[in-house]
Every structure is written in C-alpha cells, then in structure tokens.
C-alpha cells in the first residue's frame, strides 16, 4: 500500500494529461499511487493512460464510469482509495518535482497533532503566483469556515486524510447540470475537522476555457448551490457571508420551485433574489428545474 494516491477526475482531457503524467514522472520521492478516474471521456484517454501504465515509470490505476460530473468521479476514486493520504489534483494541473515528498514530510511532521485534522491545504500557483495571494503564516490550523469563508480566498492544493475524505463525500444529484461546487462537502468537514494550511505550492493551474471555473452559470447544479446557499448561514461564517448565503439560497430555491427556509436573512434578501432570478432567466436563458429536496444523495 503506497502512503499516498493521487486522484484525478477527467473528462476529454487527453490533450492535457501529459503534462500532469511528465510532473509524476519526475516527482523526487515515488511513494504514491495515481488513479485516474475518467467521467465517460469520448477522446482517447483510455488508451492514452493504457500506454502509461504499460510504460511502468510509476504506479497508475485506470477506471472508466458513466459520465455524472467531477464530484461523482471523486466520489468514486475515494471509495476505492486504500492509502491515507489523498492528493486531489486536477486534469489541467500538473505538480511541483518534490510536491510527493513535501505531502509526506507534513504529514509525519503533524501525526501527533492534538486538534483533530482532515487536510493539508497548500498553495495553488496561476501566472507564477499564488492563487489568491499568501498565507498570513508559513503554517498554520484553522477550520475550513473560519479561514477559507471569512478570511482568506482563493484555490488551493489540497491534501485529504482518507478516512476522514470517506466520511464527506459529495451529494450527488440528478439532472443535466452536473456541476457541483467543492464548498459542499468541504464545509460540513470543516465545520468538525481542522486544516493545516502550509505557504507553499504544490500545483501549477492554467485554467481552460472549457474548464468548470469558466463555465459556472451554464453548469452548476440548482439544488446543489441552494443547499450551499444553506451551508454559508451557518452561525460560524461572518455576517456579510451568511447575508450572500442566504441570498444564493433564495435565487436558486426559486430555479428549483422550492419554499426556501422562513427566517431573517432569507427575509432581508427576497428582493433582491427576485431581481437576480429575472436577471439571470433573461441573460443567462436559465430555466426553472423543479426538483425534490430528498433526490441528492450520497
């Protein structure tokens, strides 16, 4: 059993995973597993990833599933993860050469940590710069609401424990848009576990035009950002971003045909709910979707 997998979730990126294989190739330590888990591509990442795999430079599982979206692909790798440690890493991105090395020296580094732990969130680099600006510390504990919510924003490089990975796995939802933002399961872990956040980067991003982060309105499930919507009123997070919760909650309670929540905040932002939903209906053709609260599951 390697100490460390790395998963990437894929779909049509055969173009682009050579780069992400070449950074795994030259990685300074080799204890970790790659799984790719292909989200029904139509390109040839099959064979592609097949070659590699005959080419044993390192150690690479392959599977292939009906496509659901990137967070159904991640459900599926977790679940069949034997490692401890899972390092996320996207199709776009590729990996610094001592990123393996650096994982499992923090990891060793923290095992006796009192606070109870799910991650290692280290920095993302875009343009050759941090993606959101730097840490305030070299390396510090904090949960997930009370630093990536109220302080601190931007995309990170994150390293899960995979137990405890397992035990938040992403609702899944039906429907076309199979867009599920990350903040769904990272929340309700971040709300129980600590993270330990480390300024340095580990990933390198370009980000594509066909990617989800340029294709958010087109694709983005509506339950799935209503209960986001739900998570952000937490009494954790600041006032503003209860205030932003409530109002996402509110525009897309009314895309789903929902009776949202009845309490202050979704009072104070039904105006300008309404406004967003005619809005976004016009700009955007976005169509109401009738769903069931009951129909996300895990």
């Given at each position: 059993m390697f100490p460390l997998t790395i998963l990437t979730a894929t779909f049509?990126?055969?173009?682009?995973?050579?780069?992400?294989?070449?950074?795994?190739?030259?990685?300074?330590?080799?204890?970790?597993?790659?799984?790719?888990?292909?989200?029904?591509?139509?390109?040839?990442?099959a064979a592609l990833v097949h070659s590699w795999i005959a080419e044993e430079k390192i150690a690479i599982r392959y599977l292939n599933k009906a496509n659901g979206g990137k967070h159904t692909a991640v459900n599926l790798g977790v679940r069949l993860i034997d490692s401890p440690l899972t390092f996320i890493v996207d199709s776009d991105d590729w990996i610094v050469e001592n990123a393996v090395q650096e994982i499992l020296s923090y990891h060793h580094k923290y095992q006796t940590c009192a606070m109870p732990l799910c991650a290692f969130t280290f920095h993302r680099l875009t343009g050759g710069k941090f993606n959101g600006g730097a840490f305030p510390e070299e390396e510090l504990i904090e949960y997930y609401p009370e630093?990536?919510?109220?302080?601190?924003?931007?995309?990170?490089?994150?390293?899960?424990?995979?137990?405890i990975l397992r035990e938040f796995p992403f609702p899944e939802y039906p429907?076309?848009?199979?867009?599920v933002s990350e903040d769904?399961?990272?929340?309700?872990?971040?709300l129980k576990y600590a993270t330990v956040y480390i300024r340095k980067a580990l990933t390198i991003s370009e980000y594509q035009a066909d990617g989800l982060t340029r294709n958010l309105r087109k694709a983005q499930n509506y339950l799935a950002q209503y209960e986001r919507g739900c998570l952000y009123m937490h009494p954790r997070m600041l006032l503003r971003?209860?205030?932003?919760?409530a109002l996402m909650a509110n525009v897309y309670a009314r895309f789903c045909r929902l009776k949202p929540?009845?309490?202050?905040?979704?009072?104070?932002?039904?105006?300008?709910?309404?406004?967003?939903?005619?809005?976004?209906?016009?700009?955007?053709?976005?169509?109401?979707?009738?769903?069931?609260?009951?129909?996300?599951?895990i």
């Open positions: 049509n990126r055969a173009h682009l995973l050579p780069r992400l294989y070449g950074s795994l190739c030259v990685q300074t330590c080799r204890e970790f597993e790659w799984l790719v888990v292909d989200d029904g591509s139509n390109d040839n990442t630093f990536q919510v109220n302080r601190w924003h931007g995309d990170t490089a994150q390293v899960f424990l995979t137990n429907g076309k848009r199979k867009m769904i399961a990272w929340i309700p872990m971040g971003y209860r205030l932003r919760g929540q009845i309490n202050l905040f979704f009072i104070l932002t039904l105006i300008p709910a309404r406004i967003i939903y005619l809005g976004w209906t016009w700009k955007h053709d976005m169509e109401d979707e009738a769903v069931d609260l009951k129909s996300s599951t």
